[in-house]
C-alpha cells in the first residue's frame, strides 16, 4: 500500500509502517533538523515543507498517487507538558484534515497525544473527515499495551472511505496485550541496571523507575539527576549518586528505535526528536491493525 508520511519528524510512524510492509513513497516535514535525520535512515525522499500550505501540499501528494496517509500535526498545545491552550500550531490539525479531504485516498491515519481526541482542533477536523465521507474509529492506545515498553498513551483516528464509523475498533481491542509490558519484558537484563532518573516535569511526580514497570513517556528534554531534586515517596528506590539517568540513546531504545537508528543534530534537537516520536513497535501495531482491516475489506 503507497503510503504518505506528513509532519513526519524524525520518522518513528514511518519506520514502524514500512516494518509491516508499507510503501513508504514520501514523507513531508517542516523541521530542519528533523529532516536532516529522517534522510539519514530512509531511502525515500522527505519534502521540507510548510504544511499549513494546504493546496501546495495537496498539489504535491496528488502526483505521488497514494492509498494512505500517515502522520501526526504538532501536538504541542494539547500536551500534559503545555499550558494547555491550543494556539497556532493546533491549525495544522486543520491542515492535515484538509489534505486527507482534498486528496481522498482510500485510508488515512492520524496520531496524536490522548487530549488532543477533545480539543477544539480536533472536532474541526472531524467534522472535515466526516464531510468527506470518511468513517472513523478513535481509540485512545496505551503504547505499554502495544508491544512497547513505556506508558504513552496516543490517541488514533483510522480513517477508511465509505465505511462505517468505528470498522476497525473490535481489531484494535481484540489485539491488545493482556498486561503492561515492562522494560525488563523488552530488553530482558541487557541494559545493566535496575532503576532510572527520568526528569519530572515538576517535584511533585516522582523521577525514579524500575525496570520492572513500564517507562514513563519519554519527553523532549533529558536531564541528570539534579542536586535539588527532593525525592518522592513513589520513587521506585533511593535517590543516590549511583542512580543511573537514562542517556539519549536509552531514551531512543525505550522509543523503540533500533540501534542502529542514525540521529543527526545538536543533542537538544535530538532529544526532542526523541521525545516528539510514536514509538516504533506502537507505529507497528497501529499499521498491523490497518492492514488487518484492509484484508477484512477486500474479503467482503
Known amino acids: 500500500m503507497k503510503t504518505v508520511d506528513l509532519f513526519a519528524g524524525c520518522g518513528g510512524l514511518s519506520l514502524g509502517f514500512q ?28 519534502f521540507q515543507m510548510d504544511l499549513s500550505d494546504v493546496d501546495g ?3 504535491a501528494i496528488r502526483s505521488l498517487d497514494t492509498d494512505l496517509i500517515i502522520g501526526g500535526p504538532p501536538c504541542q498545545d494539547f500536551s500534559h507538558a503545555g499550558k494547555r491552550i491550543e494556539r497556532d500550531r493546533a491549525t495544522l490539525t486543520d491542515s492535515f484534515a484538509s489534505i486527507v479531504a482534498q486528496v481522498r485516498t ?8 490522548d487530549r488532543a481526541r477533545n480539543s477544539k482542533a480536533y472536532l474541526m477536523a472531524k467534522d472535515t473527515f466526516k464531510e ?26 483510522f480513517g477508511a472511505l465509505g465505511k462505517a464509523d ?22 530482558g537484563d541487557s541494559l545493566g541496571f535496575e532503576f532510572y532518573y527520568r526528569h519530572p516535569r515538576n517535584y511533585s511526580r516522582r523521577g525514579v523507575f524500575s ?15 539534579p542536586k535539588g531534586y527532593p525525592g518522592h ?27 542502529d537508528f542514525k540521529w543527526e543534530g545538536s543533542k537538544t534537537d535530538i532529544e526532542q526528536m526523541i521525545g516528539n516520536a510514536v514509538p516504533v513497535k506502537l507505529a507497528q501495531f497501529v499499521a498491523q491493525t490497518v492492514k488487518i482491516a484492509v484484508e477484512r475489506e477486500n474479503d467482503d
Not at 516494518?19 to 531511502?43: H, P, R, T
Not at 468527506?132 to 483516528?157: H, M, N, W
Not at 525496570?211 to 539527576?225: F, K, L, Q, Y
Open 19 to 46: 516494518n509491516e510492509g508499507f510503501d513508504i513513497i514520501a514523507a513531508f516535514e517542516m523541521w530542519n533538523s528533523a529532516v536532516k535525520c529522517y534522510q539519514l535512515n530512509f531511502d525515500h525522499p522527505v
Open 57 to 59: 501540499a495537496v498539489k
Open 106 to 113: 482510500p485510508y488515512f491515519v492520524m496520531e496524536n497525544v
Open 132 to 157: 468527506a465521507g470518511y468513517g472513523l474509529t478513535e481509540i485512545v492506545l496505551d503504547a505499554s499495551l502495544c508491544g512497547t515498553p513505556q506508558k504513552r498513551k496516543r490517541f488514533i483516528c
Open 166 to 187: 468505528g470498522f476497525a475498533m473490535d481489531i484494535f481491542t481484540s489485539r491488545l496485550a493482556d498486561k503492561n509490558m515492562t522494560v525488563r519484558d523488552y530488553f
Open 211 to 225: 525496570i520492572d514497570e513500564p517507562a514513563p513517556t519519554m519527553r523532549g528534554v533529558n536531564r541528570p539527576v
Open 233 to 259: 515517596p513513589k520513587d521506585a528506590c533511593p535517590v543516590s549518586e549511583s542512580l543511573h539517568a537514562l542517556t539519549t540513546k536509552e531514551r531512543a531504545l525505550i522509543q523503540t528505535f533500533p540501534n
